[in-house]
């Protein structure tokens, strides 16, 4: 009889449920890691509420921190025992969308749905993270040894959220001296921030109305926080940059408010650079989008994963660049994760990040 692993696994819409699974046979380029912590994402809410669509019986999450507990025969350069992480993101390395230079779009496994997120196959097309093991394919593409010295929760943030963050800023084409608006100081605006930060920009808006969330946001990066609560934000951002409007804005939400006021204040020949995963159609109101004539650009980033990008990040923690430890706000064990989801989804006591240990 197989062995068996606990993991939280995808019911319906409104159930993701801790139960038992066969600990996943190992190909020739796979490697199967025991998992020491991971973490929930926004985006795993956005399936327990079947606003993303995904198979039933699949294993949920898509970041993951662990231990090689056995490498495929065809896999070199690694050895069991290692401690590894893998991003989000695990591209094949040899596809269409990956020798264009776009890894995030691989393109694998677009088994049912609306699936544009190719190179997304943890919790999405494959068996994820939130379990006491995980299968990681094209493992020598795919897999991070962790710098010596660096703890789970320094480097949990890399395969997903920090990367994501970080994408927002790259995308947005960011330079030396620019004026950023990062909308909304969740887990991946925060990282947004802080990427500005290291992109260059001497002048970074962010905005929330969480007093815990922009306390931190101050300490990610920001040099204003907006609230919200207290006004129109797109005029509180004009004021603010003498009705220049800033040069890269970031939305980080998702939502259709956030978006548009987004677009509303950049300045012409500025950027809207989109993070958010939206569960509904986006409308473009005229007179914000210039009527198509403001030399403006709109680009969405799906962060891209493999190797070299995990490398660079843990390197960023490393360097004491960035410290994103206090991102994780709760612990919870992987027999808890229910209540885990419970306390997340509904963004109760002050929970930004939470760390599952298995």
Not at 247 to 269: H, K, M, S, Y
Not at 331 to 341: G, T, V
Request: proline share 5%; charged share 20%.
């Amino acid at each position: 009889m197989a062995q068996k692993m606990k993991a939280a696994i995808f019911i319906e819409p409104g159930r993701i449920v801790l139960g038992e699974k066969p600990v996943p046979d190992v190909g020739p380029l796979d490697a199967l890691i025991r998992v020491t912590t991971t973490t929930i994402c926004g985006t795993d809410v956005h399936i327990l509420k079947g606003e993303y669509p995904v198979a039933t019986g699949l294993t949920i999450g898509h970041e993951p921190v662990g231990v090689i507990e056995k490498l495929g025969s065809a896999v070199r350069g690694y050895h069991e025992g290692q401690r590894v992480i893998a991003g989000a993101i695990t591209p094949s390395g040899h596809s269409a969308a990956c020798l264009c230079g776009c890894h995030s779009q691989d393109g694998a496994g677009t088994r049912h749905g609306f699936k544009p997120l190719g190179g997304w196959r943890f919790g999405n097309t494959i068996d994820g993270a939130q379990a006491e093991y995980l299968l990681v394919p094209d493992a020598m593409t795919n897999l991070a040894p962790i710098p010596d010295g660096l703890t789970d929760e320094q480097v949990l943030m890399c395969p997903d959220i920090m990367s994501t963050g970080f994408s927002g800023a790259e995308s947005g084409g960011i330079k030396i001296g620019d004026t950023v608006a990062v909308f909304a100081q969740g887990p991946i605006g925060l990282c947004a921030t802080a990427g500005a930060r290291l992109m260059g920009a001497t002048r970074i808006i962010a905005v929330e109305a969480v007093p815990a969330r922009m306390e931190i946001s101050r300490r990610m990066g920001a040099d204003e926080v907006v609230d919200f609560n207290k006004g129109d934000v797109v005029q509180q951002i004009m004021d603010l940059t003498d009705g220049r409007g800033v040069d890269v804005a970031i939305e980080a939400l998702g939502r259709q408010a956030t978006f548009e006021a987004a677009l509303r204040v950049i300045r012409p020949g500025g950027t809207l650079s989109s993070l958010g995963v939206y569960s509904s159609d986006l409308t473009i109101p005229l007179d914000a989008f210039r009527a198509g004539l403001g030399d403006n650009k709109i680009v969405t980033t799906l962060c891209p994963g493999g190797k070299e990008r995990m490398r660079r990040l843990m390197e960023v923690i490393a360097s004491g660049r960035l410290d994103t430890r206090p991102l994780v706000t709760h612990r919870f064990s992987l027999d808890n994760i229910e209540d885990a989801y419970d306390l997340f989804s509904h963004q109760r006591d002050g929970v930004l990040k939470v760390a599952i240990t298995p």
